[in-house]
């Protein structure tokens, strides 16, 4: 049985259908990823989850359980927001306490409060902030205020980690590195993380499981590999990625092969080379006049606009979606 379950959910505001029968379900430990452009829906869903709105109809489960009623605190999920929302005047520590003073925190030894004492210790040292726990918000990088965030949510022990937009507000180089330990947290802790974002590469290279979503509709939801390369839809391959589309299929730029002597494949002409340092893009049109764009590692030989080169590929590497 999945852990959380969103079944033929609907959400209609005036004049705007923002979520239109989405169901997809979540396994124990996964880290699910809900990708899409903005305004496609993606953020409502995780609301209602969360239960900050209420679906016109459909249901959402969680152990196989109905929560769709149920308010937020009710709920075993929690949620970490795109700007953190931490208190400025609290310390670090006092933000991940925060939430525990609103929760039954379990008799365990000498009490209560040595318990939440002890849990509040324990995600602190995972999250790598214990250190800094009597910092305030002002005194913290993005990195760290995104991990004290993570902390506050992670004390209460939820089943489900709801992260909306959770590496936004970061810069792209810090983004890329606190990718890999937002990644690994989840896989130290065995929380189940449900994610939201707008960037491929955030949800191909950290999510199990993505779903695809596009002007309120899930298009398609399956392990990484598995969307990139076959994609169901012309949405979701061109979202994924960049797609060369020639005679009504698709192949992706790094699978098309530049030769200047070749014999297989079509006659083209480059227009344009950019080196990008750990590849180089090679933009070449067609006879015929359609355009092309390879993306080629380590090219053996340089190349230069006005070139004359033949353009191949395998036929497995091509995508033929439905619609």
Request: aromatic letters at 6%; proline letters at 6%; glycine letters at 10%.
């Amino acid at each position: 049985m999945p852990l959380l379950e969103v079944d033929n959910v609907t959400r209609r505001y005036p004049g705007h259908l923002a979520v239109d029968q989405v169901s997809f379900s979540v396994e124990q430990g996964q880290l699910f990823a809900l990708l899409g452009p903005s305004g496609c829906g993606k953020t409502t869903t995780l609301r209602l989850i969360a239960g900050f709105e209420q679906p016109d109809s459909g249901h959402i489960r969680l152990h196989g359980e109905a929560i769709t009623h149920l308010p937020p605190y009710e709920r075993r999920v929690n949620t970490v927001f795109q700007n953190y929302a931490l208190f400025p005047h609290l310390t670090a520590r006092a933000n991940v306490e925060f939430g525990l003073r609103h929760e039954r925190v379990r008799h365990v030894g000498n009490g209560p409060a040595r318990d939440a004492a002890a849990r509040v210790d324990a995600v602190l040292d995972l999250v790598q902030m214990t250190g800094k726990a009597a910092s305030r918000p002002a005194q913290l990088s993005g990195g760290e205020k995104q991990r004290i965030a993570l902390a506050r949510s992670l004390v209460l022990e939820p089943d489900v980690l709801l992260l909306d937009e959770p590496l936004s507000a970061l810069d792209p180089n810090l983004r890329k590195q606190v990718r890999g330990e937002l990644k690994a947290l989840q896989r130290r802790t065995g929380v189940t993380f449900l994610m939201v974002t707008h960037d491929q590469e955030e949800a191909l290279s950290m999510a199990d499981c993505i779903g695809v979503m596009n002007a309120g509709r899930l298009e398609q939801t399956g392990p990484p590999r598995g969307l990139y390369h076959r994609p169901r839809t012309r949405f979701v391959a061109g979202f994924l990625g960049a797609v060369n589309w020639i005679d009504g299929s698709g192949v992706r730029p790094e699978a098309v092969h530049v030769e200047r002597d070749g014999t297989q494949g079509r006659d083209a002409t480059i227009l344009a080379v950019t080196f990008l340092g750990n590849c180089v893009h090679v933009e070449a049109e067609l006879a015929g006049g359609a355009r092309m764009v390879a993306e080629i590692q380590n090219p053996r030989s340089e190349f230069r606009p006005g070139d004359e080169v033949r353009l191949w590929w395998r036929g497995e590497d091509e995508m033929r979606p439905e619609a």
